[in-house]
């Protein structure tokens, strides 16, 4: 094992790395959780399913029979990993011009 963080006195101490996320637009994160914002046209409103960005990959989520946009739609186990793994939200915003 690799010895880390500062040397003192003979021992080794913790190393401490220390992460700043950054806000993005289709993104938001709450505990655990992880929360994608989908903004949905006319034309998505059409189709079946969505593919998501995610850090392990593109994630093809099927939308539901009857389109709630006060639901969010839940995938278990693709959120955030600390002591346990939360889960992915999908926000669905409408909009779409009319005419």
């Known amino acids: 094992m690799e010895k880390v963080g500062v040397f003192h006195n003979g021992n080794y101490g913790n190393l401490l790395i220390k992460v700043n996320m950054v806000k993005h637009p289709d993104w938001e ?10 903004i949905v ?5 059409q189709k079946e399913s969505i593919e998501i960005p995610h850090p392990d990959g593109k994630i093809s989520i099927k939308y539901p029979e009857v389109f709630d946009t006060s639901t969010p739609m839940r995938v278990r186990g693709k959120g955030f990993r600390r002591e346990r793994v939360g889960d992915m939200y999908v926000k669905n915003i409408v909009k779409f011009k009319r005419g």
């Open 41 to 45: 046209d006319f034309e998505g409103l």
């Open 29 to 38: 994160k709450l505990g655990d959780d992880l929360i994608y914002i989908n």
